[in-house]
């Protein structure tokens, strides 16, 4: 119940993937190896969408959780089966509950949904819940997890996922600018099997490991709960008073850590996080301690999904595995950054304060 | 005719009523959309068995006054013991050991309630977090699949003459639960505890076992829970059940069990957790965003819980 936030949104226990996937490479690839396809490189002709229209396809959206992150793909995703006359019938929140998700799966498939657009929660445990939709023929397009022993092309159409990767490497290049390429760094990292969180994760600190040098990671802590970031950073700051910089896994607990800082008084040492939030981004823009924020383009997710998903419809070959990019977001580009990421304008404060 | 009916506590049969409702809305609003088929029927009856096992559990523990808070944390630890000894052992022994350590932990609560005299509420809320951490630990986070076919068609996903053995399940745990509830000494003396604890004692009932059995069914019933969302995903993980508390006190309450004790009934905690799913299952139906459903959801919980629970003159 405590992971109720985007971030964890990829969410996966990832038994197979974690030792398969990404990170190690240098770049995102797909959970058997497969090149990434950017996104922008999906596309329907003017015949294909007329042949969606008259199809009278039917879609269900099976999230793992409600956020921020989930409202823009579904708007992205909403968007675009609106624009191929496709209906979506019906949308659920499993609440991080593998249990729940296959039940979701089994309620929606009572209304027969041509496509289904989900992020299972565990490779494990959602192979059993997805397997009824494949049986009764609905065409499958995942949000970055894979269960185990699914095939592209058979099982589903495409993984549709952010540039992982990229997010974390993009955190830490953007924390080395902040401070000259030198300095001493906390890592507050998600301690929990998250495939999503632990791609990024594990991507900053490699990336500050292998790419900077003049720059150290003298802390690490695990978080899972994120109300709990104030007092773990307050404990951080106090073992390390001389801290320059600090990287935290995703936005709300980056807000407990703005807490501590303001609490002890100290308005030097640079955080950067990932995921845009309305407090952080504030602090980044009025020259607070934040130096930027990584965000994922969530609106383009929905909107990839959806087009696999019609690709699927339309038996064309979908690319497996596709990627949209990462954004680094800075007090100069926040604006576009936003419309670009959640397809809405930044929040008034943040704009007014800019 | 009548005075037979002056004997009928309408109260009582709110819930009932209120189920009936719900479903005859349902079945109208959705009679397109899929709700009365006997696929989706079933459906609803799998997806709650979990549910109510451990609601039965928790009437006795009401029943008794007290509360079980660590029923979820229970679930991930008995799922992932049965899958892991399933790795090595045949499924009997796991279904052993995933009940087996369902019973202790009832015991560890159940004695430290009962003879250490520590409030349920504060002795559970403890073990809840310290088995979740034992959960989270015991397989380092990771999901453990299960691969023994036999276990995982008894406990989850086979069927019997069309019928998910699930819901056997489901009638076997509600069919003996009520029983004991109802029409033995042991759960008359579950009441009596729960009514006046003192009272109880002075007629020569041992509220101290009283007390310690409630939470051992209660523990026990979360272990089954587990076994059974283990053969349902052919695996287990360290999140099951995590979010199964809320739902077994609503169910229990919605159904007519009081939370103060002294007045309990599994029939009604398993129409309470049957309506949790319909509705549930109903909202997805009628096509709602994810925040419509919660505040319908919602709302429909208030008002049973109004209705079941409304204390006349008070």
Same mark, same amino acid.
């Given at each position: ?9 990829g969410l ?9 996937l990404?990170?190690?490479a240098?770049?995102t ?6 090149k990434?396809?950017?996104a922008s490189?999906?596309s ?5 969408k007329?042949?969606?229209?008259e ?8 999230w793992?959780?409600?956020?921020d ?18 209906e979506v ?5 499993a ?8 039940s ?8 027969q ?22 049986a ?16 592209a092309?058979?099982d ?15 955190a ?10 030198q ?36 802390a ?7 109300a709990?970031a104030?007092e ?31 609490a002890?008084?100290n ?15 504030l602090?980044?823009v ?10 994922d ?12 998903g019609?690709?699927?419809l ?14 680094t ?14 397809h ?11 | ?26 079945a ?38 007290e509360i ?9 630890i ?19 050991a995933g009940l ?29 977090g ?17 691969t ?10 086979g ?7 699930? +819901?056997?399940?489901? *009638?076997? =745990?509600? /069919? ?6 109802r029409? %033995?000494?042991? #759960? $008359? ?9 003192r009272?109880?004692r ?31 995903l ?7 059940g ?5 739902? +077994?006190?609503?169910a *229990?309450? =919605?159904? /007519? ?7 309990? %009934?599994?029939? #009604? $905690? ?12 109903g ?32």
């Amino acid at each position: 119940m405590l992971l109720t936030r985007r971030t964890i949104a990829g969410l996966l226990l990832a038994t197979t993937l974690l030792t398969t996937l990404p990170a190690m490479a240098g770049e995102t690839i797909g959970p058997n190896g497969e090149k990434a396809t950017p996104a922008s490189a999906l596309s329907l002709t003017d015949a294909d969408k007329a042949k969606l229209k008259e199809g009278s396809h039917t879609a269900a959206l099976l999230w793992h959780t409600s956020s921020d992150f989930v409202t823009a793909v579904t708007a992205g995703a909403t968007d675009t089966f609106k624009e191929l006359g496709i209906e979506v019938v019906a949308t659920t929140d499993a609440g991080f509950d593998a249990a729940r998700q296959k039940s979701d799966v089994e309620t929606v498939l009572a209304k027969q949904p041509s496509v289904i657009l989900a992020l299972p929660l565990d490779p494990v445990t959602s192979a059993e819940a997805f397997r009824p939709a494949i049986a009764s023929g609905t065409k499958l397009v995942l949000l970055s997890n894979q269960p185990k022993d699914f095939a592209a092309g058979q099982d589903y159409v495409a993984i549709v996922t952010d540039d992982l990767f990229q997010m974390g490497k993009q955190a830490a290049d953007a924390l080395a600018a902040a401070l000259g390429g030198q300095g001493k760094v906390a890592w507050i990292f998600h301690d929990a099997a998250y495939y999503v969180t632990n791609q990024r994760d594990n991507a900053f600190k490699e990336t500050i490991q292998a790419q900077h040098p003049g720059m150290t990671i003298v802390a690490e802590q695990g978080i899972t709960d994120p109300a709990r970031a104030e007092e773990i950073a307050s404990a951080l700051l106090l073992q390390h008073p001389n801290l320059d910089g600090i990287y935290v896994t995703w936005a709300e607990p980056a807000e407990g850590v703005l807490s501590a800082l303001r609490a002890a008084g100290n308005s030097t040492t640079k955080v950067v996080t990932l995921d845009l939030s309305e407090p952080v981004a504030l602090d980044m823009v009025q020259d607070g301690n934040v130096a930027a924020i990584v965000a994922d383009e969530a609106y383009g997710l929905g909107v990839a999904m959806a087009t696999a998903g019609a690709y699927g419809l339309l038996g064309k070959e979908a690319p497996p595995f596709i990627v949209a990019p990462a954004l680094t977001v800075t007090k100069a580009n926040v604006a576009e950054a936003w419309q670009a990421s959640l397809h809405r304008d930044a929040p008034a404060s943040v704009l007014e304060a800019q | 005719m009548t005075s037979a009916l002056r004997g009928i506590d309408p109260s009582r049969y709110v819930v009932h009523v209120g189920f009936l409702l719900i479903f005859a809305l349902f079945a109208v609003v959705l009679k397109d959309d899929g709700f009365l088929t006997s696929t989706n029927l079933l459906n609803i009856a799998q997806q709650t068995a979990p549910v109510t096992v451990m609601a039965v559990g928790m009437v006795f523990v009401f029943t008794a006054g007290e509360i079980d808070l660590s029923i979820g944390s229970v679930v991930a630890i008995s799922a992932l013991i049965a899958a892991t000894v399933m790795r090595e052992y045949a499924w009997p022994l796991a279904v052993v050991a995933g009940l087996g350590t369902g019973i202790g932990i009832g015991l560890l609560n159940g004695a430290l309630v009962a003879y250490a005299r520590l409030p349920s509420f504060l002795v559970t809320l403890a073990t809840m977090g310290l088995l979740a951490g034992v959960a989270r630990w015991l397989t380092n986070l990771q999901s453990v699949p299960i691969t023994q076919n036999l276990f995982n068609n008894l406990f989850g996903a086979g069927r019997l003459a069309g019928i998910p053995s699930l +819901v056997f399940w489901t *009638v076997a =745990v509600v /069919g003996i639960g009520h029983f004991i509830h109802r029409e %033995t000494r042991f #759960g $008359a003396h579950v009441h009596a505890t729960g009514d006046n604890a003192r009272a109880a004692r002075a007629i020569g009932i041992r509220i101290e076992q009283v007390r310690l059995a409630v939470l051992v069914i209660s523990a026990t019933t979360a272990a089954l829970a587990g076994l059974l969302y283990a053969g349902r995903l052919h695996g287990a993980r360290y999140t099951l059940g995590e979010t199964d508390l809320l739902t +077994v006190i609503a169910a *229990v309450i =919605v159904g /007519g069990t009081h939370l103060n004790g002294g007045i309990g %009934t599994v029939t #009604g $905690a398993l129409i309470g957790s049957l309506l949790m799913g319909m509705l549930n299952n109903g909202l997805i139906l009628m096509g709602l965003s994810v925040s419509e459903q919660m505040m319908v959801r919602g709302l429909i919980i208030l008002a049973a819980v109004a209705l079941t629970l409304r204390e006349p003159n008070r």
